[in-house]
Nanobody, 122 residues
Framework: QVQLVESGGGLVQAGGSLRLSCAAS????????MGWFRQAPGKEREFVAA????????AYADSVKGRFTISRDNAKNTLYLQMNNLKPEDTAVYYC???????????????WGQGTQVTVSS
C-alpha cells in the first residue's frame, strides 16, 4: 500500500510559478513510477508528467513541455512538479499518482493522492 499527500497548490497570476510536492509513504513507495495528473472543472482527468522510479526518465504532456519539470527525491520519498510560466488554462486540481506501468507516458496509477488546487488568474 502506498499513501500519497500533495501540497503546494494555491493562487498565482499568469506567468508565475508554483512547486507542488507529493509525500509518499509505504514500504515500497520508492519502487514505483510516479506522475502528476490534473482535472479542470467539467473536464476529464488528464496526464501531466511522469518519472521512472529511478528518476532517470521523464515524460510530459505537450501542453506543459518546456514549462513544467517533474523530479523526485527517493531519500525523502517526495515527488515534485515545478510549474513555471503558468497560464489560466493550467487551472485544475492536481493529483499525484504512483503505478508500475513501464511506459510512463501512459502511466496507469495504482494509487492516487487527494489532490491540490492550482488556480491561475489572468
Amino acid at each position: 500500500q502506498v499513501q500519497l499527500v500533495e501540497s503546494g497548490g494555491g493562487l498565482v497570476q499568469a506567468g508565475g510559478s508554483l512547486r507542488l510536492s507529493c509525500a509518499a509513504s509505504g514500504r515500497t513507495s520508492s519502487n514505483y513510477n510516479m506522475g502528476w495528473f490534473r482535472q479542470a472543472p467539467g473536464k476529464e482527468r488528464e496526464f501531466v508528467a511522469a518519472i521512472t522510479w529511478s528518476g532517470g526518465n521523464t515524460a510530459y504532456a505537450d501542453s506543459v513541455k518546456g514549462r513544467f519539470t517533474i523530479s523526485r527525491d527517493n531519500a525523502k520519498n517526495t515527488l515534485y512538479l515545478q510549474m513555471n510560466n503558468l497560464k489560466p488554462e493550467d487551472t485544475a486540481v492536481y493529483y499525484c499518482a504512483a503505478g508500475r506501468t513501464i511506459i510512463i507516458a501512459s502511466l496507469r496509477p495504482d494509487y492516487w493522492g487527494q489532490g491540490t488546487q492550482v488556480t491561475v488568474s489572468s
